[in-house]
């Protein structure tokens, strides 16, 4: 009893000394929008844009938060942690690493709206990395594991009738140290390895459903080709006679799910319906349209749920156009190509890899998730590889409503570099060093990937892929890079195809082909070259560039071991000159059967300063420049005059 009161005093006397006192950590480098983060409501939007409900609270703000063995429960707070960002994070206002050997623990309180009785109550997470356990009031709501991929848990049956309700979460996160998806964390990070990231850091929140029955899902997909669209409904809990009804509407450029207001285009009942689409507006780049999609389901006359959501009328294909090449004997080439609605499109961009140097993974508000993107279109790109890590439902959401294509990589399970194994158990370092020809179709080899790992591999990219396969801005998907976890290519590829067969697929960027997917992408740095080339492959150049530039006040951390791929340049000139010497060059692999390129990179991240911007969002070259070669390459005829 003395310890259990003891307990409770520390309890208290912690409440009272941190409560609502918030600031981010260290003395990093960070954005301007840092300042804009606010501790009692930070990233207030609905965070899935694709099926909104007005019913809904946000729960993110100030946690309790405790480190832990992980055999000892949560005992007592030791701080207060801002979700959603994670722990290593500055914007966390905690900024400590946690590591394999210890447990992250949140714990907060809320109290259920009024207005939601009678109602079951959903609690959403949009990622947790990696394992996470739910409790709420001390019972256990479940478990996930997996750091990219929302999950959620009915909660009804914990709910007290009344007053304070607790939620609890336990966080491990053994990041580098195992075969868990974990794109560039490291325990210690270095060059291309970045900061670990643990914990909570996507939104959370909690949603009233129907306690009778209530749409879970929906996958809409567009054929241009007979002018319609087929939703496929999931749904919860129905029974006979009641009425599932998915309506399209009329949508725009910059339509918005949240506000709903459209009118109808057409409609249809049942849990699988095909919607006609009269004079289709085509989804592109420079024209991308939406429209709005409103599913309900009735039972006995009466509406028991309705999600607002939008899609749009677009395909990825595969195509072989054919050039007329100045050859000897004037032979004309085949060569396979990315079609956007049937059209051969040279599809170009940066790679992306999402890091913020305040918030990590996570941006610190909407409006610098959407910056990036916005930058990206100003500069004249139409395409982003978002580089082994997945993004918030919301940053795709603004790639579909500005008009950009993703590839979209899995976040890989290992990687090569034994710069950051010092300190991993012997036998994953040994795993993980397979060998990785990047020129060449022979003498790559696989990751020895324990089956555990590659079942888990497994339920994460497809947790992955059904979460952003409604997203129309998405191409191609990519499931290895540069033979990082790389095992069992085929079967990864006839994987991700049955996952999603509308998309293309990117076998394995950077090296180790087998010729199983629809692309072959290769790997050059700095300048840009294509070593390797298969015919019946859609042939791209993955990464090139990475031209280095420092700007003083605007890096990471003034350590002096900044660089870039291309060296560091002394001025934005000649960032430039060397920028347009690539794309120069890039432009004649064009009309030899390049069909898409990726240059290094949207940002800074950490010590890599190769970025178009800088860590912290400063723009390091002309915009207007950038985007007038930008555009002439892919203005680039596939065929020589």
Known sequence: MRRLLALLALSLLAQLSFAQTWAPAGNDIKTRWAAEVNPKAPLPEYPRPQMVRGDWMNLNGLWDYAIEAPEAGYSVAQGQILVPFAIESSLSGVGKFVGQDKALWYKRNFTVPRTWKGKKVQLNFGAVDWKAEVWVNGQKAGLHTGGYAPFSFDITPMLKKSGKQEICVKVQDASDQSWQPRGKQVAHPQGIWYTPVTGIWQTVWLEALSPAAHVSNYYALADIDKSNICVQVDAEGLAEGDVVLVSLKEGGMGYSAEHPSAAVLASAEGLNVTLPVAEPKLWTPDNPWLYG???????????????????????????????SLHTSKGVRRGYQRIALNNSPLFQYGPLDQGWWPDGLYTAPTDEALRFDIEKTKEWGFNMIRKHIKVEPARWYYWCDVLGIMVWQDMPSIADQSKGVSATRPEELVKGQM?????????GGTDCIVPQEWKDNYYKEWGEIIAALKGFPCIAVWVPFNEGWGQFDTAAAVDFTRKADPSRLVNEASGGNFVLAGDILDAHHYPEPMMNVFERRMINVLGEYGGIGYVIDGHIWRPTGKNWGYAGLCQSPEEVLERYKLYAERLKTFITTGCAAAVYTQTTDVEIEVNGLMTYDRLEKLDAAKLREINQSVIATPYWLN
């Open 293 to 323: 999609l409103e599913i309900s389901i009735s039972r006995n006359g009466k509406l028991i749920d309705k999600v607002e959501g939008y899609t749009a009328m677009r395909k990825i294909s595969k195509q072989e156009t054919h050039e």
């Open 434 to 442: 397979n060998q990785w020809p990047n020129d060449t179709f022979i």
